[in-house]
Nanobody, 120 residues
């Protein structure tokens, strides 16, 4: 089992920056991919970015050039640097981690979320 706890959300002016942190505990040595998703009111949850255990990253088009994902799987830490924030970035941001089980299947774990609000 993997447990995830996010922190770092807050209220910010347009153009401002925030850093989100996710701390993983439990079977962190079984984590293959970690990432961030977000959910705005009335909208579906969407993936923002992810990073694999080999360091490969992927970003949603809407955040490319503004957000940066980083972390250390071995330590169970994950970060998301949010720059040049826009009101449309307002959402609850969730950390997720894919754990490979003994069966070879993946189990997805989620944190409780942290609110990011960009004033409009």
């Amino acid at each position: 089992q993997v447990q995830l706890v996010e922190s770092g959300g807050g209220l910010v002016q347009p153009g401002g920056s925030l850093t989100l942190t996710c701390a993983a505990s439990g079977s962190i040595f079984k984590i293959r991919t970690m990432g961030w998703s977000r959910q705005a009111p009335g909208k579906q949850r969407e993936e923002v970015a992810h990073i694999t255990s080999s360091g490969n990253t992927n970003y949603a088009d809407s955040v490319k050039g503004r957000f940066t994902i980083s972390g250390d799987h071995a330590k169970g830490t994950l970060y998301l640097q949010l720059n040049n924030l826009k009101p449309e970035d307002t959402a609850v941001y969730y950390c997720f981690a894919d754990e490979i089980l003994d069966s070879g299947r993946l189990a997805e774990h989620w944190g409780q979320g942290t609110q990011v609000t960009v004033l409009s």
